[in-house]
């Protein structure tokens, strides 16, 4: 079965500091990662997918991430965050059920 | 290009009634996925609609119903309410399948069942 797993509830960082948010998957066959946030009152936005080739993706904002297919993980960076980057992060997962598996969310809170 | 749009927005029923919501994709895109999203559960897949058909069903209930129209608007439908129908209802757009391909979502309806 799929699943995504977001350890942290909640990412405090500072501003102007690098920031990371975790996440790890299990899927059979060869995984489709996505990172999507969210702002209050508000949809999914789409920031940045892996689907093959290099480990290291880039996305909107200034966000990237990073495949690592031995610890089957995908988490989401940016060098220097912004108090605006302040959302909900969700990471998903497709494999082979064709069906997008969300993990929890993890809350970003960037103080000034 | 206008984004996905879902109505209504907010919506308050009773106990026992029914209700259905509205989306439409963004031009061009012809899958349609359904979400719910609650504090408790998260994100939670319904089902996919591609070219007027059920392409893809999560695990709910027969309550939980949806259609395609030929124009890829497409409707949710929630018969027989239960309090922890409360939810946020969220539907997403793509060009093709959902598979490698990104969703653009809407901004949700906020079902609100007493």
């Known amino acids: 079965a799929q699943s995504v797993a977001q350890p942290e509830d909640q990412v405090n960082v500072a501003e102007g500091n690098p920031l990371t948010v975790k996440c790890t998957y299990s899927v059979s066959g060869n995984p489709y990662l996505f990172w999507y946030v969210q702002y209050p ?17 880039k996305g909107s904002y200034g966000f990237e991430a990073e495949f690592n297919k031995s610890q089957t993980s995908f988490h989401l960076k940016k060098p220097s965050a912004l108090v605006s980057d ?22 970003l809170q960037v103080f000034p | 290009k206008a984004g996905v749009t879902q109505t209504p927005r ?13 989306c ?3 031009s061009g895109h ?9 504090p408790g559960q998260g994100l939670q897949f319904l089902f996919e609609y591609f070219s007027e058909t059920q392409r893809n069903k999560g695990n709910f209930p027969g309550r939980f119903s949806g259609r395609q129209f030929s124009n890829s608007r497409s409707e949710m439908n929630v018969s027989t309410l239960e309090l922890g129908d409360s939810a946020l ?26």
């Open chain 1, 41 to 57: 009152n508000r949809g999914l936005q789409f920031l940045l997918k892996y689907i093959t080739g290099d480990n290291l993706v």
């Open chain 1, 86 to 107: 302040s959302a909900l992060y969700f990471c998903a997962v497709m494999g082979d059920t064709d069906k997008l598996i969300f993990g929890t969310g993890t809350r």
């Open chain 2, 30 to 38: 012809r899958s349609v996925s359904w979400y719910q999203q609650t």
């Open chain 2, 10 to 22: 907010y919506l308050i029923k009773t106990r026992g009634q029914q209700v259905t919501l509205s």
């Open chain 2, 24 to 26: 439409s994709p963004i």
């Open chain 2, 89 to 114: 209802y969220l539907c997403a757009s793509s060009y093709v399948l959902a598979s490698s391909y990104e969703q653009y979502f809407g901004p949700g309806t906020r079902l609100t069942v007493t």
